[in-house]
């Protein structure tokens, strides 16, 4: 249990860690992110607009031979190119010495349409590597105001979406190598802020595991006592009811031993081969007392031989806490089912009663140490809500599962599956 809520608060430390860097470092890339763009857009509109006043000049000079600059910008450089077209004739560049590069953004230039002063993305593979670029366009006008050519400028954008994912993978790495160290370090707080927790809590286990197990003697010997009262017919109806309080302190000191055993890892089952039918007609055999008090007729549907490999001990008591519950929840005059069955592979015991039933919200907690449906209610009954819980723990020390289906006013059925 103590485990259970280190772990939990150890996976909740790393998730808030993790979460915390994952914001910082997403906000640290936004905010670097903006202030690249800004700069590399804004660096691209003065060009564009230096670009377009000198190609207006020199048109106007009449300068209209084909004047190509070539530079042998690499794709690591933020270079930055410039294409002026008369109509689809270019007259002027300043482009990369990859022609074939050239040729693919003058194609895509003359192709597409742009709107002026836009910033478009841009990406062309040449020779197998992908150039990314930012591209903005203005128009080229003469002395009519006519539309005669346009001006392109673009920047090599490659290796700031390079430089992107190389942030992105840095901080995956990074972030997982902090993740890993936050999680050494919740374990070390968890396991500080558990470490009282768990003295004080094996100081109460101890205490309830050596009260129960003090207790059970003194019990045995009242019991004893109270049953040679009995024999001897003095005052029955007392003797009765003080049989019946020393039996149910029988039962909940059983409970808490083996709860407290249960949380000091204790209860490992031994397991040994029995036959289940004839042990279920026994603890049948001992209920019948209290059967015939509550006018129950109890049917068990099983084979005469039911041979499984479980722990004796720990199935007798589920049994005993399952018929005790049918009993305790089920009016007079009603009856219990109980079946056993051998399928492939698993056994399936099947406990059903006509009794008060539970309802949905309750199923889903029931399994749960001291919850008691409708408390009053339970309370009459004499449960303290431990004993679903023990048996939640017995079937699962065995690999099994314990469901409930249940209508309330109409009865339970408990199943327990264990695997063969
Ligand atoms: P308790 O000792 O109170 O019976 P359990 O852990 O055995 O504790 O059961 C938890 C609660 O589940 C009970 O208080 C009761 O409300 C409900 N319950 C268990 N078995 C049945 C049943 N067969 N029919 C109706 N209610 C049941």
């Known amino acids: 249990m103590i485990e259970n809520i280190k772990k939990k608060l150890v996976h909740k430390y790393t998730a808030v860690i993790t979460a915390m860097l994952l914001i910082v470092f997403s906000g640290c890339y936004y905010m670097y992110r903006q202030i690249i763009t800004k700069s590399i857009n804004d660096t691209l509109n003065d060009y564009l607009q230096e670009e377009v006043w000198e190609a207006q000049a020199s048109l106007k000079m009449n300068q209209n031979e084909l004047h190509i600059r070539q530079n042998d910008a690499d794709i690591n450089a933020m270079n930055h190119f410039t294409f002026w077209f008369l109509g689809d004739k270019l007259i002027s560049s300043e482009e990369s010495i990859n022609q074939d590069l050239s040729q693919k953004l003058q194609q895509r230039m003359l192709s597409k349409h742009y709107r002026e002063n836009t910033i478009y993305y841009e990406n062309v593979k040449s020779n197998k590597v992908k150039w990314y670029f930012k591209m903005m366009m203005k128009n080229l006008y003469n002395t009519d105001g006519r539309i005669i050519g346009k001006v392109f400028v673009l920047a090599n954008n490659t290796p700031m979406k390079r430089s992107s994912k ?48 003090e207790l059970r003697t003194p019990l045995s010997v009242l019991l004893a006592y109270v049953e040679l009262l009995e024999k001897q017919k003095i005052a029955p109806d007392i003797t009765t009811e003080m049989k019946n309080e020393i039996l149910g302190m029988s039962k909940l000191t059983s409970n808490l031993l083996e709860l407290a055993r249960s949380d000091n890892n204790r209860l490992h089952p031994e397991y040994q081969e029995f036959n289940l039918t004839a042990q ?22 099983a084979p ?64 749960e140490r001291f919850y008691r449906a409708e408390k009053s209610r339970s309370r009459n009954a004499g449960g303290l809500g431990l004993g679903l819980s023990l048996a939640d723990i017995i079937v699962k020390e065995h690999k099994g599962l314990i469901e409930v289906k249940s209508t309330p006013e109409q009865g339970s059925c408990f199943t327990v599956t264990l695997p063969r």
Request: proline share 1%; net charge positive.
């Open 166 to 213: 190389q942030y992105i993978i840095f901080t995956l790495i990074i972030i997982s190598a902090l993740t890993g160290l936050a999680w050494l370090v919740g374990s070390y707080l968890a396991g500080r802020a558990v470490k009282q927790i768990n003295i004080i809590f094996d100081k109460q286990k101890r205490f309830v595991s050596d009260a129960s197990h």
């Open 304 to 367: 005469d031989e039911l041979f499984i490999n479980a722990d004796g001990n720990l199935i007798k008591q589920l049994l005993y806490i399952l018929i005790d519950n049918a009993v305790k929840y089920t009016p007079e005059n009603k009856k219990i089912h109980i079946s056993l069955q051998q399928q492939k592979n698993k056994n399936i015991i099947l406990i059903r009663d006509e009794g008060i039933g539970i309802s949905e919200t309750d199923q889903k907690h029931i399994f």
């Open 280 to 301: 279920t007609r026994k603890i049948i055999g001992n209920f019948q007392p209290v059967f015939e008090q509550k006018k129950l007729s109890v049917i068990l549907d």
